[in-house]
């Protein structure tokens, strides 16, 4: 952590964009503190002069100049706290906005690490101590030191042995006010982890409010939040006792100086050293040193309990974030979406045991790549691997099989891909906010044939203000079916290369499942589809499957392929398919006949080709409706061949048809 002078400086430094206004606001506050000043000069005179003297037109002046220096000392009082309040405010809002910016652009991990309630008292509470320290320590510092300075000259003038007598009592109060600091300090270091762990236990509480109804703990819960509310009041009762022990201390340091000044004063006068006017004018400057040195008690004070919300936030700040602008990273701008694993391994920094070995994996556009196998086998951080939530610790990842995962602008790979997971986040707003999150052209025709796609449109114009229906957070008033689907429709909008589908159906009935994949494969012609599933129903759509097994890949082909090894993907699928061997046989037999029709399609279209000839005979004879006497001139053969050619092309395309329509 860097030294709090470092920290203060850079914190400080967030004042430069407003020093016109900061200057003009100190500007006021020294105005201010001038006509403040000549009140007791005032008295003085009034005491010294007006009086003894009887002097009516004295009295007068004095007093209408005593009510015009209020009402000037006031008005620039005003000015100075508009300044203030407009400075302060708006340093609130670009500190928060530093701190989000920084906060969204950390690693993943970091997020996982760390509570959110936590967070959310870094960027409020935190922030606002930080704010309240560096827009009013500067402000105050200048103000009550330009004040010192002009009061202790004025009461060096009068009487400079009062003065210097009065100012020996500084240095015993300044060791108190560090004394108790310390442990102001303390405190608020515990207070702040104490109302960490209440924010959290709010956000998590209120976020699973089902599952405590559902498991009959609203009672419980609320034990549990009276225990750190007790705990939270323990902390705060303590602040309170030091703060009442702290101002005891300041009352009673002050009162005996204060006591023993005004005996030394009244010695003065009666010893004849000074008038009484001069006497009551030096008091009441001596009364208004009093403030500004509790003023830098105060600013002590609240810089040193500051340091612990300014350490906290700083812990966000100095934190090194994902490369989103590294300008050595290649732009993406067009490609074709292949991705390619080679030899890809991953752990941890601080794990010994590999998630992941030795990955070589393709994932070719056109396609529904999918990774199966058990739970915590490493699909999901292949995933990750792709959106560089992690790095390989060895090998490489290729998109296009020409840029380097590591070399790619994180901002233009993400634009890439679309990604539905198993816990599908909806944000609140409407469902047209939630379609179009991620996308910044709207296009109203596309969102709609997403949605169907998706299976979701008929839902939602069947909702009373359709597209525009407002849900709440979380989708709360949505089923898990209804989630899934409306987060495959926001991927499909966005309209990306690269589609991840992480169990994005398993809460999905298989009729509206089946219907999902059918309309996929119209959809994915120049996409990557990645697919990571447990449900044989999903699998079936796949186009070639990865096998993970103890973090490496067992096997890898097309569905008939890995039923017809009988190895780890036949257990995985008996296992989640509850089929026997027998029903698995017919299952592969009946996909492998199914090839081989669509392999005898493919052949025998391919031998009905027809040639360039064919097709000029049957354009002249259909198209431009002309006798076998004109093409036969116009191609120099006999009319008996065109007659035989044009038979020929148009027996060839009724048995391409008949293979069309053919099951």
Partial sequence: MRSR???????????????????????????????????????KVLIDYAYPNRDLNLLTFLVLFGVLIFIFQTFFSDVSSYLDTFIHQT??????????????????????????????????????????????TIPVLIKTTLQLAALLAICLMIDWNLTVLAMLGVPFYFVQTRFFARRFEELQEKSQKQESEIYTFYQEKMSNIKTIKSFNQEIYETDRLIDKLIGMFALVRQNLFLGLF????????????TSFLAWYAGYRVITGHITIGEIMAILVYLGQIHQPIMDFGTIY???????????????ILEKEPEAYKDTRTFVLFQIEGKIKFDNVSFKYHDAEEFILKNI?????????TALAGTSGAGKSTIIDLILRFVEPTEGAIYIDDKYDLK?????????????????????????????????????????????????????????????????????LNLSGGQKQRLAIARALYRDVKILVLDEATSALDSITEAAIFNNLKQLIKAKTVLMITHRPSSLKNADRIYIIND???????????????????????????????????????????????????LRTAKALKLSPLEKKVLQLYYDERKTYAKISKELGMEPYDISLIRRSAKDKLERLRELEFKE
């Fill in 551 to 601: 973090n490496v890949i067992s096997e890898s082909g097309t569905f008939a392929e890995l039923l017809d090894k009988k190895g780890d993907f036949y257990k995985f699928y008996q296992a989640q398919a509850h089929e026997s061997e027998e029903e698995i046989e017919e299952k592969v037999e009946l996909i492998k006949y199914q090839k081989r029709l669509i392999k005898e399609k």
């Fill in 301 to 315: 004070k609240s810089l040193t309990r500051s340091f612990v919300s300014i350490n906290r936030v700083d812990e």
């Fill in 246 to 257: 702290n101002s005891f201390f300041d009352a009673t340091l002050i009162t005996l100086w």
């Fill in 91 to 136: 340093l609130s809002i670009d500190l928060r906005k530093k701190f989000f910016t920084r906060l969204l652009r950390l690693p993943l991990r970091y997020h996982f690490e760390k509570q959110v309630g936590d967070l959310m008292v870094r960027v409020t509470d935190d922030i606002d101590v930080i704010v309240d320290s560096v827009a009013e």
């Fill in 360 to 368: 070589d994996l393709i994932a070719n556009p056109g396609e529904i």
């Fill in 407 to 475: 070399k790619v602008s994180l901002m233009t790979l993400r634009a890439y891909i679309s990604i539905v997971s198993q816990d599908v986040v909806i944000f609140s707003g409407s469902i047209r906010d939630n379609l179009q999150y991620g996308r910044k052209v709207v296009n109203g025709a596309a969102m709609v044939e997403a949605a169907k796609a998706a299976e979701i449109h008929d839902f939602i114009v069947g909702l009373p203000g359709g597209y525009d229906t407002l849900i709440g957070e979380g989708g």
């Fill in 5 to 43: 002078l470092k920290v203060l400086i850079n914190y400080f430094s967030l004042l430069l964009p407003y020093w016109d206004k900061s200057l003009l606001s100190l500007l006021c506050v020294g105005i201010g503190v001038l006509f403040g000043m000549a009140t007791p000069l005032i008295t």
